[in-house]
């Protein structure tokens, strides 16, 4: 496969649930990105991981904890979410998380928080 | 810090027609400027950036913007549009993430296209 996957595409949970979303490169990048898409608000950064060093955590709520065990993987553990949790939940990767770089993004997974 | 608006929402247009999509920023450092496009189901995708150089940037699709410093702007433009242009268009501007050298996007809420025929 080539690009950024990301597993499952959807994602339903009730909220004592524990649960990970999944995101892999193909492309040789050293930097990963958790973004969170809700309806009707912009794109929130809400983690960012630098060969594998986690650079940038954007207040996230600790229910929310991401892992990158290597510059090819990244996860986001789920736990006791909330029905405000549910939204589209994008992975990036970018050659070294530098300025200039573009940004390669998952499909994205779509998260149901009952 | 940096910052990015987009003050339309949604901008319905015929096929075939000319669109402009606006895009205003906000930065203290360096400007790098990008636009991505996001269609139905799917991740999103780069259209085009500015750097440096020219400031007329062409981009995929038959796309290109033009970066204006000094009314901080970065639109968008299609000279012909089709059906398939139907999209969600996000600009976005590149800032410190204050550790390390490392980098984010700060995008702005978005556009949504319709393109009708």
């Known amino acids: 496969e080539t690009g950024v996957t990301q597993t499952p595409r959807h994602l339903v949970m009730g909220m004592t649930n524990k649960k990970s979303l999944k995101c892999e490169q193909h492309?040789?990048?050293?930097?990963m990105y958790w973004y969170k898409q809700s309806a009707k608000k912009p794109l929130e950064l809400m983690f960012v991981?630098?060969?594998?060093?986690?650079?940038e955590n954007n207040s996230v709520p600790s229910r929310f904890s991401p892992e990158c065990p290597n510059s090819s993987h990244l996860f986001l553990h789920l736990h006791t979410l909330q029905p405000e949790d549910s939204a589209l939940y994008l992975c990036?990767?970018?050659?070294?998380?530098?300025?200039?770089?573009?940004?390669?993004f998952g499909p994205g997974t779509r998260l149901t928080v009952l | 810090a940096q910052s990015v608006t987009q003050l339309d929402s949604q901008v319905p247009v015929f096929e075939e027609a000319p669109v402009e999509l606006r895009c205003n920023y906000s930065?203290?450092?360096?400007?790098?400027l990008f636009w991505y496009v996001q269609y139905p189901n799917q991740g999103l995708q780069l259209l085009l950036k500015?750097?440096?150089?020219?400031?007329l940037v062409k981009g995929i699709n038959g796309f290109e913007a033009e970066f204006n410093k000094s009314q901080t702007s970065f639109h968008l433009r299609k000279p012909s549009v089709h059906i398939s242009d139907t999209a969600e268009y996000f600009c976005?501007?590149?800032?410190?993430?204050?550790?390390?050298?490392?980098?984010?996007?700060?995008f702005g809420s978005g556009t949504r296209l319709l393109v009708r025929p």
């Open positions: 990036a990767s970018s050659q070294q998380g530098g300025a200039t770089d573009t940004q390669y």
């Open positions: 492309l040789g990048h050293n930097a």
């Open positions: 991981y630098n060969f594998k060093e986690q650079t």
């Open positions: 930065s203290s450092v360096s400007v790098y």
């Open positions: 500015y750097l440096s150089g020219s400031t």
């Open positions: 976005a501007v590149s800032g410190p993430t204050g550790m390390d050298s490392s980098y984010k996007l700060i």
